[in-house]
């Protein structure tokens, strides 16, 4: 596959502000729960939608009902990259979850995704030339009740037999903890990993492996620093319950590729899920790594030759 040159690569991830990262979070730290906090979602998606929009990306709201809710309406966000493929052409698909449990502000949970997805989407907006693929970025609704906004999506690119090339669900991506000790594990994962909470999990299906390759080379360029750890599962996680606890995961059940990046979540963070997940809790410099590998990656798989990792169901 061909890619842009790695001079418009780096310049491009060289205008990742982490001013803004930081601002996105002050932002939508708030409890941003669909059935305590309507009002909130509401505004959120209000401020999801205008940074998009000065990006100069249009915005879908793609609405759904949900019965739990007396079938109020929530909505997945999804602003597309101008200039690129057409609606049935191939996409790269970058997501982040707006909502929250009750009662967390959800900084790590998931406000660092959601920043990190608006800054990406920004960066990748000003490149100098157009996307040779569809490229999506959506903000999912209703991920904590069971990822009802992605698993709507999914089914209805899957209905279409829409193809896609990539899905990368971005989930808690800002926690870190240097001190031995700090990261734990799940019974029965097949890789060892640190034992500090200082790197980036990357969990893909066997549909993801090409893709997982290009994001490796993409954080290699972007963020030589970052630790990523990388796990290929063979059984699209379900012998491994806890890899399937995001938006990527309705992706996986209809055979796209796809992939989980996170900083582990409950398994380092000891604010997740609790009042107390705010922002001054967070790494910022972890998630501008993060972020400008993550610009690389759409930049390198989204903007060079089309022939390059897909599926279609």
Known sequence: MTTPSIEMIQAQIETVEPERLREHLARLSVVRNQLLNPRAIRQVTASIADAFERAGLPVHRESFHWWASGWRRHDNLIATLPRGGAADAERVIIGAHYDTVPFSPGADDNASGVAALLEVARVCAAAPSPPTRRVEFIAFGMEEEG????????????????????????????????????????????????????????????????VMAVLERAARLAAPQLETVMLLLKDDGRSLPATRLSDHAPFWDHGYPALLL???????????????DRPETLDLDFMTQITRSMAAFVLMLAFGDSSGPGAQP
């Open 262 to 276: 996170t900083d582990t979540a409950f398994l380092r963070n000891p604010h997740y899920h609790q009042p107390h």
């Open 147 to 210: 990822c009802v906004g992605s698993r709507r999506h999914a089914a209805r690119l899957a209905r279409r037999r829409a193809p896609v090339a990539a899905m990368v669900s971005l989930e808690c991506i800002g926690y870190t903890d240097r001190r031995p000790q700090s990261q734990r594990t799940v019974p029965g994962l097949p890789i060892a990993v640190p034992d500090r909470g200082t790197f980036v999990g990357v969990i893909g299906n066997p549909p993801a492996k090409s």
